[in-house]
Structure formats: structure tokens, C-alpha cells
């Protein structure tokens, strides 16, 4: 099994414990069978975490990415079929470089450009050849 079967059962094993929530792992699963379709300039983005709260649940990114910036990125979902995010990268020194927020989103579209544009700052620095074994076994999502 790899990490994002992983997650995708968490997320289901959660839902079965929390009934009142499993339309809100739904959209997150749909949000994450939405993820963008790899192409040549496309960076591999790292299999998100999963977060919830007593309202909502969430996948986040938070890492350094190239150059040793920060990246975090949040979604969140609350069960009915739409979404918000919160997206920032940041400096070395803590300073905020770009920031992008929206309320809203359809799970059903493909992934907001802004949050795409944060997430790439999260290429690895491995060799092509490698990193596409490691998108054929799953261990990271293509972008």
C-alpha cells in the first residue's frame, strides 16, 4: 500500500468513527482525485497530511521547498461540495512572498491555479529517471 492509500484509508477510518463528517472526507477525496494532471514543467507534489477539527476536515502541505523556502498550504473541507484554501510561500528569513486565499471552490474543478503555483515550490530535487519511478509507484502525486 502506498502513502496516499495510506491516507485515503485514514480518511475513510476516520469518517466511520465520525458519521457526522463523512461528507466533508468525501469532498476531500474528490478534491484529491482532482489533482492536476502531470506535465513536462510540472513539479511532484508530496503526498498532503490530513487534519480535522470538530466542523471540518483538512489536507495540508507544510515543508521547505527549493531554496529552503517555506511552503504551507491548507485546504478545508466542511461536507458540502465546496472548499477554501489558505497558501503561502515564505523567505528563509520568515518573510511572506506570496500569499492566495479562497472560499468556495467547487471540489468537482481542477485545482486553483494560486495553489498550484504555491505546491511547485515543493519540486524535489531528484533526477527525472527517479522521480518518475517514484510517480509509477505512487509514492508522490504528480502535478
Known amino acids: 500500500?502506498?502513502?496516499e492509500e495510506y491516507l485515503r484509508q485514514d480518511m475513510r477510518m476516520f469518517a466511520s468513527q465520525n458519521p457526522h463528517m463523512r461528507d466533508a472526507i468525501y469532498d476531500a477525496l474528490k478534491f484529491l482525485d482532482n489533482k492536476p494532471i502531470r506535465t513536462e514543467s510540472s513539479a511532484c507534489i508530496p503526498i498532503p497530511r490530513f487534519k480535522e477539527t470538530s466542523d471540518e476536515v483538512?489536507?495540508?502541505w507544510d515543508k521547505?521547498?527549493?531554496g529552503s523556502c517555506r511552503v504551507f498550504t491548507e485546504i478545508l473541507f466542511s461536507g458540502d461540495s465546496y472548499y477554501s484554501y489558505f497558501a503561502v510561500l515564505g523567505d528563509?528569513?520568515?518573510r511572506t512572498l506570496e500569499r492566495y486565499s479562497?472560499?468556495?471552490?467547487?471540489?468537482?474543478?481542477?485545482?486553483p491555479n494560486d495553489v498550484m503555483s504555491i505546491l511547485?515550490?515543493?519540486q524535489w530535487s531528484v533526477p527525472e529517471a527517479v522521480r518518475d519511478d517514484l510517480i509509477k509507484e505512487n509514492i508522490v502525486m504528480e502535478a
Open 102 to 111: 479562497g472560499r468556495r471552490e467547487s471540489i468537482h474543478e481542477a485545482w
Open 64 to 66: 521547505r521547498g527549493v
Open 92 to 94: 528563509v528569513f520568515g
Open 120 to 122: 511547485n515550490n515543493l
Open 58 to 60: 483538512g489536507l495540508y
Open 1 to 3: 500500500m502506498n502513502d
